[in-house]
C-alpha cells in the first residue's frame, strides 16, 4: 500500500520567512496530493492540493509542487505569520473516494 | 456551510467494553471514512465506506471494529472490545465522489480514552 514520508518533523521559523515542507511516496498510482493544517485540538482542514497532470499550484502565500518522477510533492509558506503555526500533513491517494494516506505532520511554529 | 458532526466530543471507557461514535456527514456526500488519531501522532487511515459497504480498510481496522450507515444520515464506528491502544481521537470524514476533487472534510473528532 501507499507509504508517505514527510520532513522535517518539527520546523521553527521567524514571522516573514518562507517554509518548506517536502514529502515522498511511494505508489506510483497515486494523483492526488493535498496539504492539511490541523491546529491544536481542531480538525485537519485542507489548505491545499494538487493533482498529478499539473507540476506546481499556487493560492496567495501557499504553494505546492510535484515531481512526479522522483514522487516527491512539496508545500512552500511565503511571508510566515504566527496564525500559520500548526501541524500541516501532507497527504496521497490514488483518486476522489480512495484511502488518503498522510504522512507524519510538521509541526511548523513561526515566532514574531 | 455544511459540516461533518460527530457525537460525542469525548467518551471515557472502561477496557473492554463496546463503544459506538457517531457521525452525520454532509448531506449530499456519498463517500465516508473515519480516520484515528493517536496524541501527537499522524492521521491513520481505518476504513472507507460507499454504496452501503466497505470499499477499503486498513491493517488496524481488524473484526474488533466495524462501521455502519443505519439511516440515511448516520455512520457508526463501533469497536467490540476496547484495548487501552485504541484511546485515539477518532475523526468521521466524508467526500463528494466527483472527480475533480477528492477533498475531505472532516468532522472536530471524538476523543476515546480508555482506561
Known amino acids: 500500500g501507499e507509504n508517505v514520508e514527510q520532513h522535517p518533523s518539527t520546523l521553527s521559523v521567524q514571522e516573514g520567512d518562507s517554509a518548506v515542507i517536502k514529502c515522498t511516496y511511494s505508489?506510483?498510482?497515486?494523483?492526488?496530493f493535498p496539504w492539511y493544517k490541523q491546529e491544536l485540538g481542531k480538525r485537519p482542514q485542507l489548505i491545499i492540493d494538487?493533482?498529478?497532470?499539473?507540476g506546481e499550484k499556487k493560492d496567495q502565500r501557499i504553494a505546492v509542487t510535484l515531481n512526479k518522477t522522483a514522487k516527491h510533492f512539496s508545500l512552500h509558506i511565503t511571508e510566515t505569520q504566527p496564525e500559520d503555526s500548526a501541524v500541516y500533513f501532507c497527504?496521497?491517494?490514488?483518486?476522489?473516494?480512495?484511502?488518503?494516506?498522510f504522512g507524519k505532520g510538521t509541526t511548523l511554529s513561526v515566532s514574531s | 456551510e455544511p459540516e461533518v458532526t460527530q457525537t460525542p466530543s469525548h467518551q471515557v471507557t472502561q477496557m473492554g467494553q463496546e463503544v459506538i461514535l457517531r457521525c452525520v456527514p454532509i448531506s449530499n456526500h456519498l463517500y465516508f471514512y473515519w480516520y484515528r488519531q493517536i496524541l501527537g501522532q499522524k492521521v491513520e487511515f481505518l476504513v472507507s465506506?460507499?454504496?452501503?459497504?466497505?470499499?477499503?480498510k486498513s491493517e488496524i481496522f481488524d473484526d474488533q471494529f466495524s462501521v455502519e450507515r443505519p439511516d440515511g444520515s448516520n455512520f457508526t464506528l463501533k469497536i467490540r472490545s476496547t484495548k487501552l491502544e485504541d484511546s485515539a481521537m477518532y475523526f468521521c470524514?466524508?467526500?463528494?465522489?466527483?472527480?475533480?476533487?477528492?477533498?475531505?472534510?472532516f468532522g472536530e473528532g471524538s476523543r476515546l480514552t480508555v482506561l
Open positions: 505508489d506510483s498510482a497515486s494523483n492526488y
Open positions: 494538487i493533482r498529478s497532470n499539473v
Open positions: 497527504a496521497a491517494s490514488r483518486q476522489a473516494g480512495t484511502a488518503l494516506i
Open positions: 465506506f460507499y454504496n452501503n459497504e466497505i470499499s477499503e
Open positions: 470524514a466524508s467526500s463528494k465522489r466527483e472527480a475533480n476533487t477528492g477533498e475531505l472534510f
